[in-house]
């Protein structure tokens, strides 16, 4: 094999070739960072097309054989700096022997430089960073921008709030934080879609600007939650009329797709200095602001005040120790019985939940329950009250059955028919024992799959009651699209029977339309006699209250129960 023949370059420009300098200088004219060099004489040796073009753009020239000089006096008058400057900048580019880089704003152009010692002389190089800090800008304001409404996003909050509360503590300026929420808006979502959904938050968010001054910041941080930062806000009546203003603007008719949509808004404010000086307690408080104006009905505003942190906290602490009750077993069930009065026998129980904490003693369900299905704990603790109430109740007489509540967040669950076949199977308990009673807050969401659920509840053999009877709007109509066994009729009915002019007949009325629809009618909160005879009189089946018996432990309830289950006793009439 022969060797290999030395590569030899053939130049095609004498000129070109002839000029060493000249011939690296072409190679860099097709980029597009300009190079402009400098020998030790002090001479530009080298300037590339990109940087003669850039110089060009800004009224200068620069050809080889210029003096470097005259190029310092170029980049001073580019800079804004002088030549003693620029002299410092080279000496110090030297002394370090590493390169001097900025970028400068001239003429509407940014440029920036990088001048950097090579063998005695210079390399100078130009770009133009025109366009692309033009784009880095407008990214960094999109960034900065929610893109459905327009306003401001999280990140532009932070930097605005973060500027309110430095003017506040340089010259003493006040703010104050608005946090909205708005009402009724997940179900307009979920109904009519997101589209329909994003269409009313633009809408929203134009009211919102429309509302504020423009030294104000409207911010948009969620779904359907909105900060404003009320720049200048002396006093808390400022902030009020602000508030008020909105709740009113935000509350009224929206048309869209030609629908007729109405929401509402609920508003926390928080104020600087006297509510905290730094964001995230500005935040944080108005936060526990909006939470009190939506437990106070909604579509209103509330200012936070200090014994707010201190519930919350509480609050906290009583959501921890729910999540810590069921690993320590600290849930127990009472049952409280309900007579037939045909036969004057205990023909069902109702399981009613009872927490015994350690440190706090017995907690009342009306201080734990709303907070369990506030955070979604009432899923897991609902499905322990079901297993232990039936394996309860397979200990009882075969003719008592036993009735658990089930909640609207239960319903939601896909797993609640499953859970419930579980519990029986694992208990022994027949399906038609076990009575699942609902409120009519479980049939205002999701109608078709609630009843779905109920029916393939009834399928199973499970009974099913209506708790509560009388209290809502639309009982009758729900009456009508689900065959019930039973309905409760609420204790305030019972309570008004001997005193309001029309308590007779509300319960003769409902005690009928049961008989007519062969369900069973319970009068819940009997506690007199007098109030038993009206019931009876009035054709109710079956009552339940204190009169009968307290909600009593398993053990106690056992020795109320008939041990045969053919015997017929009289009613308990046990206060425990």
Known sequence: MPAPQPLRVVATNPSVEADPVRRLATYFDGLDQGVIAIDRRGRVVVATAPARAILSGLGFTATTGSSGRDLLRILAAITGSGLRDGFAMLRRARAEEGPQAFETVTAGRTIALRIHPVDGGWTVALEDMTEIRAREANSAELARIDPLT???????LRERLSASLDRLNRYGEPCAVLLLDLDRFKPINDTLGHAVGDALLEKVADRLRSAVRSADTVARIGGDEFVVIQAGAARQEDVTILARRLVDLIGRTYIIDGQLLTIGVSVGAALAPKDGADAERLLKH???????????????????????????QARRRLELDIRQALARREFVLHYQPQLNLKNQSVTGCEALLRWKHPERGTVSPADFIPLAEEVGLIVPIGEWVVRQACRDAALWPDTVSVAVNVSPAQFKSERLVDMIVSALATSGLPPRRLEVEITEGVLLQNNDHTLDTLHRLRKLGV??????????????SYLRSFPFDKIKIDRSFVKDIATAPDGDAIIRAIAGLGRSLGMTTVAEGVETEEQMRRIQAEGCTDVQGYLISRPVPLDDLMRLLPRDPHANPSAPGVHP
Request: proline share 2%; net charge neutral; glycine share 8%.
């Open 286 to 312: 108005a936060d526990l602001a909006l939470y009190r104006a939506k437990l106070d009905g909604r579509a209103t505003f509330r200012f936070f005040e200090p014994e707010m942190d201190v519930r919350m």
């Open 150 to 156: 327009g306003l401001a996003n999280r990140l532009m």
């Open 463 to 476: 009974r099913v009651s209506m708790d509560d009877f009388g209290t809502g709007y639309s009982s009758l």
